[in-house]
């Protein structure tokens, strides 16, 4: 009776996981991203469009790649002394709105 029981919550969740995946990201406002993404540019080059080989492109960067880099550089998971010093006082709906313009953007074409 039990194994029932979990198979069918697995079954929820499973079945529930691809509806609520883009939700996740698509909460974060590209407007909102754009204004919060100024000090970013300074590195990351306006929109993300580096032009510097030190600092990567983030300009057409799926959102849900970034927001996980974020986070990583926020808990101090992934190591870079600059990083997670700027994503620091990132909140989550901070890391989703800048998640969401540096995605709207294109990336630079060769
Ligand atoms: C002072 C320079 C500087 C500033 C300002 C800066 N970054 Fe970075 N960022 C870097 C460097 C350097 C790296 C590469 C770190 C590494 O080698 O792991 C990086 C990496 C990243 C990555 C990972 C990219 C990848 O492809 O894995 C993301 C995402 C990111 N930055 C977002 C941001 C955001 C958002 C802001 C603004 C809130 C910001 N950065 C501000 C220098 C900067």
Known sequence: MKIFFNI??????????????PNAWAAGDIETGRTKAVAC?????????STNPLYPVLAGQHAQYIIK????????????????????????????????FFHSNQAPQE
């Open 8 to 21: 069918n919550l697995l079954m929820l969740f499973l079945g529930l996981g691809p509806v609520l995946a």
């Open 41 to 49: 540019q300074v590195c990351h080059g306006k929109g993300g469009k």
């Open 69 to 100: 880099q974020l986070r990583a550089f926020n808990a101090g998971t992934r190591k870079d002394p600059i990083m997670n010093g700027m994503a620091a006082p990132l909140s989550e709906q901070d890391m989703e709105d800048l998640a969401a």
